[in-house]
């Protein structure tokens, strides 16, 4: 089916450790993104990309970075993690910024994936 | 202050007792109201988007509308499978069109 895929579902880190979360969409969306969704908190966006090579910050960039080399993927790195990166991590994507302004679908959203840093 | 405001935070319903859920915002310049719902451990689901005051889009047993600073989620005859968490976005001209999110409701509906 198509959507939006994220690997892996759950991860224990210790602190200091790096890793990367794994993004994949199939539906030729321009547009990708990645949130942490903490309790009493909302969604709030770490990093975005409107298209293949082009990155930004969002909200709460600090101690993750991103790259995007095709389309298809934006993976999620933690340079050295710490238990405030606790958190659930939602990436989403959608056709581009305007296909969203008119409303299509809004962003696809991935399952997420439930990280803990001890 | 948060930019977008959503209440309660928390709602428990009898099956088939009406009711709704608020968003407000105070950005300008909205390009976009968007709802979403939320089923634990599980990503955000598209509903509905929102453009312009009086605007109204229906779903089912759900029904947004729009005025200049808020957003009404009316749930008419809950059923016990609309238990969920809503969540809110303004997406607005001074925000680089990127949607911020409210903090969301949580919807419990008891058979």
């Known amino acids: 089916n198509a959507g939006v895929t994220q690997t892996p579902k759950f991860q224990v880190l210790k602190t200091g450790q790096s890793m990367t979360l794994q993004c994949a969409q199939d539906?030729?969306?321009?547009?990708m993104s990645w949130y942490r969704q903490d309790p009493g908190m909302g969604l709030r966006l770490i990093h975005y990309s409107v298209g293949a090579g082009i990155t930004d910050q969002g909200e709460v960039p600090n101690g993750y970075n991103v790259s995007r080399s095709t389309t298809e993927d934006f993976p999620l790195r933690l340079l050295s993690a710490a238990p405030s990166q606790t958190s659930v991590y939602f990436c989403a994507s959608s056709y581009s910024q305007s296909e969203t302004y008119r409303g299509r679908k809004g962003y696809t959203f991935g399952s997420g994936t439930r990280l803990t840093v001890v | 202050e948060d930019q977008v405001t959503q209440s309660p935070e928390a709602l428990r319903l009898q099956e088939g007792e009406s009711s709704s859920l608020n968003c407000s915002y105070t950005?300008?310049?909205?390009?976009?109201l968007f709802w979403y719902r939320q089923d634990p451990g599980k990503g955000p689901e598209f509903l509905f988007t929102l453009y312009s005051a009086g605007e109204e889009k229906e779903k089912e047993r759900l029904k947004a509308t729009l005025t200049k600073k808020e957003s009404f989620l009316h749930i008419t005859a809950p059923k016990p499978e609309d238990s969920a968490t809503y969540l809110c976005?303004?997406?607005?001209?001074?925000?680089?069109?990127?949607?911020?999110f409210g903090r969301g409701t949580s919807l419990i509906v008891h058979p």
């Open positions: 539906m030729n969306h321009e547009y």
């Open positions: 976005a303004v997406r607005w001209s001074g925000g680089s069109y990127i949607p911020t």
């Open positions: 950005v300008s310049g909205l390009r976009g």
